[in-house]
């Protein structure tokens, strides 16, 4: 049995018969909605976590990227785990691209406990970064591919 790579979506190559699905795909316009493929595939992944919308982006950084501008505003603080892939492998792209200051917060394999995020959290007080968003990641690549368990996960949201 050949082995799989997991370290990273960038190492792993397409098969032959992937390849060939890919070449052989219906393709349009993404910029116009005419792609059928990516359309077909946002509106399944919707469907499925029961949501109005998806939109399909190609790496794992964009979608970090566009969730910290989506939710935060500059001079806004995001907790995140201290080995997490927005601080470690993103160019510094959070205080670059939004303004927003990057809080590493320590865990264990990736993961964060309710005290260690709640202690984190900025009182308010005009002279701190307001805590806007947290951060939290699956498969942590520093942490070893750590999952989360889920209601560990619920768990720190809450």
């Given at each position: 049995m050949k082995p799989i790579d997991f370290r990273s979506d960038t190492v792993t190559k397409p098969t032959p018969a992937m390849r060939r699905l890919?070449?052989?795909?219906?393709?349009?316009?993404?910029?116009?909605?005419?792609?059928?493929?990516?359309?077909?595939?946002?509106?399944?992944?919707?469907?499925?976590?029961g949501l109005e919308a998806a939109?399909?982006?190609?790496s794992g950084t964009q979608a970090n990227q566009i969730a910290i501008g989506a939710h935060c505003r500059t001079g806004d603080e995001v907790l995140t785990e201290e080995g997490s892939h927005i601080l470690h492998y993103e160019g510094g792209a959070v205080p670059a691209l939004?303004?927003?200051?990057?809080?590493?917060?320590?865990?264990?394999?990736?993961?964060?406990?309710?005290?260690t995020v709640t202690a984190a959290v900025r009182e308010d007080n005009i002279h701190n970064p307001r805590t806007r968003l947290l951060s939290l990641e699956n498969t942590h690549n520093r942490g070893g591919g750590t999952v989360w368990p889920v209601e560990r996960f619920r768990a720190v949201v809450e």
């Open positions: 890919i070449a052989d795909a219906e393709v349009g316009d993404d910029v116009y909605g005419e792609d059928p493929t990516v359309r077909r595939l946002e509106e399944r992944v919707a469907e499925r976590l939109v399909f982006v190609p939004w303004g927003v200051q990057p809080a590493a917060l320590p865990g264990e394999r990736g993961l964060l406990t309710p005290q």
